[in-house]
C-alpha cells in the first residue's frame, strides 16, 4: 500500500513565496513520473508542473519563471517551490507521484490529499 503526504500550503500575501512538499511511504520498488495538479473554485483540475525520474520538467505556461519542481528520490519526496504568488493561484494543490511496486511490474498514480493555497490581493 502506498500514502502520499502533502504539506506547506497556507495564506500568503500577493507576491510571497510557498514550498510545497509531497513524501511517498509504503511498498515502492521505483518511482517514474512526480508531479503536481491544482484545481481552483468552480474550475477543472490543471496540471502545474511535473518531473521524471531523469529530471526533465514540465511546466504551465501560467507558472512558468515562477514555480519551480524538484525532487529528491533518496526520500520519494517532491517539491514545488512556488514565487511571485498571485491571486489566481488560490486552489486546492494535489500531488501525484507513478509507482511501481515491483520489478517489471505496472507504474500506478497515486494521488494526495490535497493542501490548499489562498494568496491574497
Known amino acids: 500500500q502506498v500514502q502520499l503526504v502533502e504539506s506547506g500550503g497556507g495564506l500568503v500575501q500577493g507576491g510571497g513565496s510557498l514550498r510545497l512538499s509531497c513524501s511517498a511511504t509504503g511498498s515502492i520498488f521505483r518511482i517514474n513520473r512526480m508531479g503536481w495538479n491544482r484545481q481552483a473554485p468552480g474550475k477543472q483540475r490543471e496540471l502545474v508542473a511535473a518531473?521524471?525520474?531523469?529530471?526533465?520538467?514540465n511546466y504551465a505556461d501560467s507558472v512558468k519563471g515562477r514555480f519551480t519542481i524538484s525532487r529528491d528520490n533518496a526520500k520519494n519526496t517532491v517539491y514545488l517551490q512556488m514565487n511571485s504568488l498571485q491571486p489566481e493561484d488560490t486552489a486546492v494543490y494535489y500531488c501525484y507521484v507513478q509507482i511501481t511496486t515491483s520489478s517489471g511490474g505496472n507504474y500506478y498514480s497515486h494521488w494526495g490529499q490535497g493542501t490548499q493555497v489562498t494568496v491574497s490581493s
Open positions: 518531473i521524471t525520474s531523469g529530471g526533465s520538467t
